[in-house]
């Protein structure tokens, strides 16, 4: 069997798809299978954070073109039969509609068709729910991350169950807890982080809420009791996008300043510590359709907090707490109870590191191997012709 795999997301443009992509491609490469992978990717756009050519068992195709442009709709079905392609694998909801061979799309949230006034322009909201649409009636079978985003799908898209399979995410293998503190404190220090903090990583996109973690933030401080020492600061890490400066305006506005830190971008060689050193991970989205930082942030230790929405409660299941991500009162309660039970904090640590180790990217490649045999069970012949 001889799998297309488009790995042309395996770019800075796209950083969570691209890490999807990537890790799948490295799993299923790695299992024992009659799998042969085929990744096209686009070398005038490399990532600088996956290098290709250190996947094994995988053939690289050039693609030298993006996913939006129109030449790609022509192009790719030509490179598939000429790489005798049993089957494409489509990581974006832009692709080749007409690939001429049996089509798997992946499809990761519906964000545009519950938030849609979150997209930029009219324009944009058109492209992305067309595209999708489009996408999703002409793949032979959808993949997605979550069952919360399956339900999404078929609602949106009137699919019904048998086209849609489930493959969850995972942890990359260096998420694991720090064990050498100092070396924790002295990379704190040298990062200009709080030696004690609360801890949200991510963009800063409106669906993620975070002007509310914000104001509920200001609860915990007025409530703080001094007696039980000094609070931990509350931390948001990640790129920022300038088009949204409601964040920002809140701290200012509520003269948070103080106790609200901008980390900005972490490397993601050290993003492992940065979540290791949080007192606590708190991810308050309205909306995602996995919701990887929370896995993340319970395979290296840290106790979770997060909104009770779409896939986030399958995710952390038992292992942390969850609140109303729209009741600013709830969530501020949620973190202060857990700042003053170091005991509970204790048990979602453990909790969540078991909770983590449930996941994993050998499963996730079987799974997408069941899809991929499920997809081809059909044809009655394929373009390899053999």
């Keep these: 069997m001889r799998v297309a795999i ?14 999807y992509v990537y890790n799948l491609t490295r799993a299923l490469a790695a299992g024992k299978s009659d799998l042969e992978i085929v990744l096209l990717y686009d070398p005038t756009h490399p990532s600088s954070r996956f290098d290709l050519h250190a996947l094994t068992n995988v053939r690289l195709a050039p693609a030298p073109m993006s996913p939006f442009s129109a030449r790609s709709q022509f192009a790719v079905p030509r490179l598939l039969r000429e790489l005798r392609a049993d089957l494409y694998h489509s990581t974006y909801y832009i692709m080749p509609y007409m690939a001429g061979c049996p089509t798997i799309v992946t499809l990761y949230d519906t964000i545009p068709f ?19 649409r489009l996408a ?3 793949a032979d079978l959808i993949l997605t991350i979550s069952d919360a985003a399956a339900g999404d799908l078929r609602r949106f898209l009137s699919v019904g169950d048998m086209a849609i399979e489930v493959t969850p995410l995972a942890a990359e293998g260096h998420f694991t807890p720090v064990e050498d503190q ?34 509920a933030w200001g609860r915990v401080r007025g409530e703080w009791n001094a007696n039980r020492g000094t609070l931990p600061a509350l931390v948001l890490a990640g790129r920022e996008d300038p088009r949204y400066g409601e964040v920002r305006d809140t701290v200012r506005n509520m003269g948070l300043g103080a106790v609200v830190h901008f980390a900005g971008e972490i490397a993601d060689a050290d993003l492992p510590r940065l979540y290791a050193g949080a007192t606590l991970f708190v991810f308050p989205s309205l909306y995602e359709g996995f919701g990887l930082p929370v896995l993340e942030a319970m395979a290296c230790g840290a106790p979770v907090a997060c909104a009770n929405r779409s896939s986030l409660p399958e995710i952390v299941g038992p292992a942390g707490a969850t609140f109303d991500p729209e009741d600013e009162r709830e969530m501020a309660d949620a973190i202060l109870s857990l700042l003053r039970e170091p005991g509970r904090l204790k048990e979602y640590r453990l909790a969540g590191l078991e909770r983590a180790s449930s996941f994993s990217w050998a499963h996730t490649a079987d ?10 069970r059909p044809a009655t012949a394929n373009f390899a012709g053999d």
Excluded at 6 to 18: K, L, N
């Design 6 to 19: 488009d790995g042309r997301t395996i770019q800075d443009h796209f950083p969570g798809i691209g890490r």
């Design 114 to 132: 519950i938030y849609p006034h979150y997209l930029p322009s009219p324009r944009a909201r058109w492209v992305f729910q067309a595209a999708t």
């Design 136 to 138: 999703a009636r002409r």
């Design 182 to 215: 100092d070396d924790l404190a002295r990379w704190k220090r040298e990062a200009g982080l709080p030696p004690e903090y609360v801890l949200y990583l991510g963009i800063n996109k409106p669906h993620k809420n975070l002007a509310r973690l914000v104001r």
């Design 367 to 376: 799974l997408t191997l069941d899809a991929y045999r499920r997809a081809l």
